[in-house]
């Protein structure tokens, strides 16, 4: 008798058992470990908890399942659920790398699909491409690729995943092979309808155009084939440089924006704000060879506070010298992009400025910033390999995405780091029109974008082509369930 009231109170007061009802997500989770027993998560498991982490921890999300599909029939399956006209369950799509910073773009508090099963590579010599899976990081690909002298255009930091080729793909070789979309040979994916296809040129030639920028608004990709390029041995450093090198590194950085013409020499440099004196760090990569290029000289004669150099090495041997655009991870960050064409000096010193003034503001205001940065990213001819591509990169306008970025501990100031990156980015943008340096009309680099950049300023003149491909493969908008830039 007691119990028999007590579960009646316990109905009454639960709305969704009144009512009959379960929350979509949980529906698609039901239906999922029905579909699929052993691979389906919950919180409390350590695979729920690898599937949901991200890189940064402000873009985690407690969903409400994970699941963690091994095969195309996998993820075939779980489209149709998740997709189901009586389900509609927002979903997120991530790879093994988990490093976009915007909440919900591969984060969901519905079901988390985990991409992290597809480990496969081949290489094909004989067509000279790379097949790789999206549960491979770009440091675990180059480790299987170094033995073979050859690479692909992927991230500049372990860690990284294959989100990369789908946003665009800035890498250490984009100077000579350009972005990561122009290397895509063919993508195998999954359909919002749960149909799987190999997508190229020329078999589905719209939907080709679309992935190569278009993010996870198309379907799920569980294979990317990508172009095979020879690789040398690489020389490689990353150097510190104190506060009181402000004015020398900048220049040196202007130099080499305006003036460096040896196309396998690339540099990312940060100026990382922690606290006063902020000083510089630079990743200097040289594509070829056992010694450092003498474009690279005058930084050499700065005084640094500590260098780290790999001559003769693998990617994977430079890769592993990076940390700075590693920071904590267990922090929580935001990044943003401002599109420029050179860093002169007046932008550097601006630059400098505005992540002063943000840091000070921040702490002025009791914020629990950890770090204010911008990383510096000057490219020599990176769109001259330009396919055609949902983010437009055109030779007619190389701009180079500029990296600012925000972290912070405490989850209470989310709304203030947002806001403070977005005007610290506007700031810097406007200061680099008016140099001449920049337009309003650049397009910003998805990867890298806020999540309040609007459409037009991603995409230019394809937003209304993508939004028509997208209808015409997604006629019940499934991907919509799914967060991100939606078209
Ligand atoms: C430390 C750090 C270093 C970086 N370095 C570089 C760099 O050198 N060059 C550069 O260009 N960018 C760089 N970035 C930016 C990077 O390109 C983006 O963060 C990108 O989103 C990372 O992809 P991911 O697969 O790791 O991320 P995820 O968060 O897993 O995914 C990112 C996006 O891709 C979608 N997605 C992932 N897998 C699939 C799939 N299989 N099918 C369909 N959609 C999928 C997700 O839904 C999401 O929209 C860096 C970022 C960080 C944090
Ligand atoms: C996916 O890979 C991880 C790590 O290797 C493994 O622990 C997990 O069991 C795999 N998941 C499935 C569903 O096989
Ligand atoms: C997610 O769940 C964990 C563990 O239960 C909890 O500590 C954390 O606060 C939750 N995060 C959010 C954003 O709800
Ligand atoms: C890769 O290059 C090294 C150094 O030039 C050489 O010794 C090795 O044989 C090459 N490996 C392959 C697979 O070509
Ligand atoms: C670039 O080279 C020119 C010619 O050598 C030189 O005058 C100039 O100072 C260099 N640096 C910049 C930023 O233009
Ligand atoms: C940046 O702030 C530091 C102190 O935190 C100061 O030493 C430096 O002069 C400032 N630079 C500029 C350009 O404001
Ligand atoms: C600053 O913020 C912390 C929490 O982050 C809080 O404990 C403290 O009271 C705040 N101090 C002031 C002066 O507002
Ligand atoms: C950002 O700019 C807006 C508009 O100028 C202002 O109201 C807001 O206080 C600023 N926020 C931060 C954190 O800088
Ligand atoms: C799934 O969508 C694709 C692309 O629109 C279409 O060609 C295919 O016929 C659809 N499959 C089914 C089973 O509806």
């Keep these: 008798m007691k119990t028999f009231f007590l579960s009646l109170s316990l109905l009454i007061l639960n709305p969704a058992a009144v009512s009959g009802l379960t929350t979509s997500a949980q529906k698609a989770c039901s239906l999922l470990h029905a579909a699929l027993p052993k691979k389906v998560f919950f919180p409390g498991s350590q695979r729920y908890a690898a599937d949901i982490f991200h890189f940064q921890l402000s873009s985690s999300q407690n969903s409400t399942c994970s699941v963690e599909p091994t095969t195309v029939s996998d993820v075939s399956t779980i489209m149709k659920i998740v997709g189901r006209d009586n389900v509609r369950s927002p979903f997120a799509i991530k790879s093994s790398g988990g490093h976009a910073t915007n909440p919900g773009f591969s984060s969901t508090l519905g079901v988390q699909i985990a991409m992290t099963n597809f480990t496969d590579l081949t290489y094909d010599a004989a067509k000279q491409t790379v097949s790789i899976g999206p549960g491979l990081t770009w440091d675990q690909v180059y480790k299987q690729l170094d033995p073979l002298n ?9 860690g990284v995943g ?7 793909g800035y890498s250490w070789v984009t100077n000579q092979y350009g972005l990561g979309v122009d290397n895509i040979v063919s993508l195998d994916m999954v359909l919002p309808n749960g149909t799987a296809v190999q997508v190229a040129e020329n078999s589905h030639p719209d939907l ?3 992935m190569k920028g278009g993010l996870n608004n198309f379907g799920i990709v569980t294979k990317f084939t990508l172009k095979a390029h020879s690789q040398p041995s690489i020389w490689g450093a990353v150097v510190n440089y104190g506060a009181e090198q402000n004015a020398a590194v900048i220049q040196a950085l202007a130099d080499f924006s305006v003036n460096n013409t040896e196309i396998k020499a690339q540099l990312a440099a940060a100026q ?8 510089w760090e630079v990743i200097f990569f040289y594509g070829q060879g056992n010694q450092m290029p003498a474009v690279y000289q005058p930084f050499f004669d700065i005084p640094a506070t500590s260098a780290s150099i790999v001559t003769s090495g693998s990617f994977s041997e430079f890769i592993a010298l990076s940390t700075v655009l590693n920071p904590d991870p267990t922090a929580k960050g935001l990044s943003n992009v401002v599109p420029i064409v050179h860093y002169t000096v007046p932008v550097l010193d601006f630059i400098h400025e505005q992540l002063n003034a943000t840091w000070l503001a921040g702490k002025a205001a009791n914020k ?8 510096v990213e000057p490219f020599l001819d990176a769109f001259a390999h330009a396919t055609p591509s949902a983010y437009e990169h055109s030779v007619a306008r190389p701009v180079t995405p500029s990296n600012p970025w925000i972290t912070w501990s405490d989850p209470a100031d989310t709304a203030y780091a947002h806001a403070a990156l977005r005007n610290m980015s506007d700031k810097i943008q406007a200061f680099a029109i008016q140099q001449g ?3 309003a009309t650049d397009l910003h680099y998805p990867n890298y974008a806020l999540d309040d950049t609007p459409l037009n300023l991603l995409y230019g003149k394809n937003v209304q ?6 209808h015409a493969v997604d006629p019940k908008n499934v991907m919509g369930l799914a967060g991100g830039f939606k078209l």
């Design 150 to 158: 050859i690479t692909v255009v992927g991230g500049r930091v372990p």
């Design 162 to 168: 294959v989100g990369l080729v789908l946003g665009g």
């Design 208 to 210: 080709f155009f679309a």
């Design 272 to 279: 990382v704000v922690t606290g006063p004196a902020p000083g």
């Design 368 to 375: 629990s910033f950890t770090s204010v940065l911008l990383g």
């Design 437 to 439: 340096q920049s337009l």
């Design 465 to 470: 082509k993508l939004k028509a491909i997208k």
